[in-house]
């Protein structure tokens, strides 16, 4: 019985020993003294100044940024936080370190980007009138606003973009451009003001690209003609030549200040044939059917005078690639048949020049 109450015994102690071990504290870990009590580090785009206040029984000793548009200064346990303007659309983020002797914690600083929302048009075409357009504006920065002529003005306040546009009394078309910026992000609006009054009355050269044969080099050549308005309210294109006289009806469109010529016009007699407007391209011919047509934009951003490129609209897939010709014909009638197989002119490129 001796025996058996002696090995009981060891046994109860070992599990004594076991059960002691649980509870006993692990000598390695280590408890911080630091705690974040409050944090105001959320920021908009326009940016300013937050704070973080710790718990550090032992101070803070230092306080390190992750990057530099944010940046800390602290007294105590009181830490400022001071975050530079976002110009950009996209958020950041920088980390905070926070230092008492060998012990940190981390505080996450998150800025937005800039809210910007305004609805404008790139390209605004107007004619001689005064205009005044207000755009809805929704922005997180300040708007500045820059204009190119002092014939446009422009504000914002309120939420609200104004444009303003004085009326038009230069005679001719003008262009201008209105841009609004906020942070980094940058939009302008083109403008462009004029009316069939400010281009007709003047006189033009029509021309582009023809080949010298002496030289072997495409040099540019241009007629001399007049834009007018007959009583009907046609626009007309008449040469000014003595010997070469012509008229090509045009049609004006207001909404871009641009003019269109269309293939198989009658332009009058040449010598003892019948003249009328085509348009070649290399890829498909002559053309002189109605339906075909080419239409320059006018400007006179330069302010050297009116002008545009004509463009094929649909004749060939390259828009330039093409010529105006002035074709003779033995009948009045633009066919294939009734062609002599002659031009009077043929310009390649072709362009409408104020003189």
Known sequence: MKKIFSILLIAACTMAFTSCGDDTTNPYAVTSTLAIDYQTVLFDAVGGEGTVEVQAPNGITKVESAKDWCTVNYSGTTITVTVT???KLDGRASLLTIWSGDESITVTVQQQGIVFDVETESL??????????EYPTTSTLPIQVTTSADWITGSYTDGKLTLNVAENTSGT???????????NIEETIQIK??????IVGKEYYIGGFVYDSSTGQHVINALPAQLTKSEDGTCLLTSTMPNLPWTLPVTFNAEDLSLTIHAGEYMGRYQRYFMFSG???MASGYTWNTGATMTAVLDNADG???SGDFMNDGVTEDKQDFYITFDLFNRQSATAQNWIQQSVVGFYQPFIQEK
């Open 85 to 87: 303007q976002n110009d």
């Open 279 to 281: 348009i070649l391209s």
């Open 193 to 198: 003001q004029g009316a069939l009054a400010d």
């Open 173 to 183: 078309i003008r262009s201008g451009e209105f841009t609004y910026k906020a942070g």
């Open 304 to 306: 050297e005078g009116i």
């Open 124 to 133: 605004l075409v107007l004619d001689d009138a005064a205009y005044t357009r």
